[in-house]
């Protein structure tokens, strides 16, 4: 699947009378590492809410590639090969840590609604669920109660479920949060495998992670867009410094 | 599990009589229904989480449907074989759920269960009023026998409507244990654990539900076409709210986590209805009562029980709770002893004694007009519900030390 890229155009979000997004406009190009950044509240989780269709947005377009996006319900936008994940993890959690991969990777491969075929006998959908299942670490925990994980283990399944279905655009949110050194180091090289020659687009607090991965850098504060530009250029930028930046550094 | 079934009757034959014993059979075929019928509601409840109160309609459908087939087939007017009748009637339940299954399943949870609640008081409305179709209260005869049999069978002794009805039970149970080892069977686990996450792996849980639905419907009007069958009459009891809570009632005491769950419960159940009902006419109390403590002390049901015992059994602990499970016995039989006592003794004093009866208690005849009799009663209750605490205490203590270091069982 050729990576897509994302346009957002004047988006707004009120919930009520508060406006949480306040016309954001970005552009991500394909196969581009886009990193977005702000303060909490600033009002990320809310824009992966209206790429990704959890919310509606109250005014302006989403496009992937040339596709309105905006209007359309969640499992839709993912089939066109947009993938999310969440914040605070979002897993089967009564199904076990294979088969949260496994119901990740079906739509993808084709089986729809299917009740006559049988998934013990796809050798080519388990032998990927395997697969994936060792590439996030959790082999050694196949079979457990997914909701028996872990807090890191369980962050680790969420990235695992959001890139399964091989989707050509993936939104992660904070995807290390809460993990060890080690675990973020792991799973930031994981993330760089698997979004080879995808559009990503992420939201992360680690400027670490976020310097070392990210093409390009959009800072969101107070529901708009302060700047966007390379690592180099949003290092320099005095906006930035002064509203995020500044308060980290000092 | 099938050589039970097929050996079953034969085992209450009454041999110095050259006779079946009609009792168990009728209630081994009404079990054989039964189970067909709870594991139909467990792809709703156990499987995707769907809490229904109509699964009698489609039930009661497949049912009605069987009987207009089968007088059909009288008048000369139909062609299907006797034996593929139930599934003639799971297609008519698969056709009604799936009208019904598009307007329920659009709603979530409490939506969803007051959906369902209203299209089974729809139901029996409809069943009362039209009477062409549904032949209002008395509901529709028919004659098993005007159909025509593959095997030439004639199906006038209930024996072989009961081998009729373990081969279809089979059937069923084997259709849908297949289908929870589908894309929608997973999906709709996946679909009850997290409905919104299923949205962001490119599936409709709505659609999941429906389908899921639909089919389940398709396996109660199996279950119901095997009633028409075996009854030769169809009432408007078939549709309504009491059948579809015992759906629940057995789906639920046996366990909705397994799938073995819904055919233990099935079997209980029904034996509890056809054993207890000869012995005390209070018996839909205990039935009550046995649901009222299933959910509040054991919600994951007998096979949920037995199930959390798997780690103590491998790690060979399991004798450790032998005495305590012992000392469990004895006040869970005062308190039986004592609640059966006033439950019966209130039934006798209100409506037994005008009927000229005698009350029989466990072997003695109280008077219910004296003081004496409910005072131990009620005191074999209180002290029995004490003491059951007491001991339910170091049974806790007991299972937390056999436990020590086991991981606990996860579902599916
Ligand atoms: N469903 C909702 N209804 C009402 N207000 C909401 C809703 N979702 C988010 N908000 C509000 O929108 C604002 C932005 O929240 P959001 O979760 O998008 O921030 P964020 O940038 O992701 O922050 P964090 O870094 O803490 O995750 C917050 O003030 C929050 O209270
Ligand atoms: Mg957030």
């Avoid at chain 1, 091989?166 to 993330?191: F, H, R, V």
Wanted: charged share 15%.
């Amino acid at each position: 699947m050729k990576a897509p890229s994302l346009h957002l155009n004047d988006v707004r979000k009120s919930f009520g009378a508060t406006e949480i997004i306040r016309g954001v406009t970005l552009d991500i190009a394909a196969g581009e590492r886009h990193a977005l950044i702000g303060p909490n509240g600033a009002g990320k989780t809310t824009l992966f809410n209206l790429i990704s269709g959890r919310f509606e947005v109250t005014s302006g377009t989403i496009r992937l590639d040339d596709t309105r996006i905006d209007t359309l319900p969640p499992h839709r936008i993912n089939r066109l090969g947009l993938s999310r994940s969440f914040q605070i993890t979002s897993i089967f959690h009564r199904l076990s840590v294979f088969e949260n991969l496994r119901c990740s990777l079906l739509w993808s491969r084709g089986y729809r609604y299917s009740f006559w075929h049988s998934l013990g006998r796809q050798s080519a959908l388990n032998e990927e669920a395997e697969r994936l299942l060792e590439e996030i670490n959790l082999a050694g925990r196949r079979d457990v109660q997914a909701g028996l994980l872990s807090y890191a283990e369980q962050r680790a399944l969420e990235i695992g479920m959001t890139v399964a279905g091989g989707a050509a655009a993936i939104l992660l949110d904070e995807p290390t949060a809460g993990m060890s050194n080690t675990e973020t180091e792991q799973a930031i090289a994981l993330i760089r495998r698997v979004t080879e020659g995808r559009t990503l687009l992420m939201v992360e607090h680690d400027m670490r992670v976020v310097f070392d991965l990210a093409d390009t850098i959009t800072v969101l504060v107070y529901g708009q867009v302060i700047a966007s530009g390379s690592p180099v250029e949003i290092r320099a930028s005095r906006a930035v410094q002064e509203a995020y930046l500044g308060a980290e550094a000092a | 599990m099938v050589v039970i079934g097929l050996v079953l009757p034969w085992l209450f034959r009454d041999y110095a009589h050259a006779r079946d014993n009609g009792f168990m059979i009728a209630m081994f075929s009404q079990m054989g229904m039964m189970i067909t019928f709870a594991l139909s509601y467990n792809m709703l409840m156990g499987e995707a989480g769907l809490l229904s109160f109509c699964h009698a309609v489609f039930f009661g459908f497949g049912g009605y449907c069987v009987a207009h087939f089968l007088n059909a087939a009288g008048d000369g007017g139909f062609f299907l074989p006797l034996e593929l009748l139930p599934l003639a009637a799971g297609l008519c339940g698969l056709g009604l759920a799936v009208v019904f299954g598009a307007m329920a399943t659009k709603q979530r949870t409490t939506a969803f269960a007051m959906i369902t609640f209203g299209i089974g008081e729809l139901a029996v409305t409809a069943a009362i009023m039209f009477k062409h179709f549904f032949g209002g209260e008395s509901g529709i005869t028919t004659d098993r026998t005007n159909a025509w049999s593959l095997f030439g069978v004639n199906y006038g002794h209930g024996l072989q409507v009961y081998y009729l009805i373990i081969v279809w039970t089979l059937l069923a149970a084997l259709g849908m244990y297949y289908l929870r080892g589908t894309p929608l069977g997973r999906m709709a686990n996946a679909c009850r654990d997290n409905y919104e996450r299923a949205q962001f792996v490119g599936y409709d849980p709505r659609m999941v539900r429906f389908i899921q639905f639909a089919l389940s419907g398709l396996f109660a009007g199996i279950a119901g076409g095997l009633y028409c069958i075996t009854y030769e009459i169809v009432t408007y009891d078939a549709v309504a709210a009491p059948l579809s809570g015992n759906a629940l009632l057995m789906a639920f005491i046996g366990g909705v986590g397994s799938f073995s769950g819904p055919v233990i419960g099935a079997i209980l159940i029904t034996a509890l209805q056809s054993g207890l009902s000869l012995m005390s006419s209070s018996w839909i109390v205990y039935v009550g009562v046995l649901f009222i403590a299933m959910v509040t002390f054991a919600p994951t049901g007998i096979t949920g029980i037995l199930r959390a015992h798997t780690p103590i059994v491998r790690s060979g602990r399991l004798r450790a709770l032998a005495l305590p499970y012992a000392r469990l016995l004895l006040p869970c039989l005062l308190v039986l002893a004592g609640f059966v006592g006033l439950v019966e003794m209130l039934s006798f004093a209100t409506i037994g004694a005008s009927e000229g009866k005698t009350l029989n208690l466990f072997g003695l005849t109280p008077d219910v007009y004296a003081v004496g009799p409910w005072l131990i009663a009620a005191a074999a209750l209180l002290v029995g519900i004490a003491w059951l605490r007491l001991e339910a205490r170091r049974f806790q203590a007991a299972w937390d030390a056999a436990m020590a270091g086991l991981a606990p069982v996860g579902g599916r």
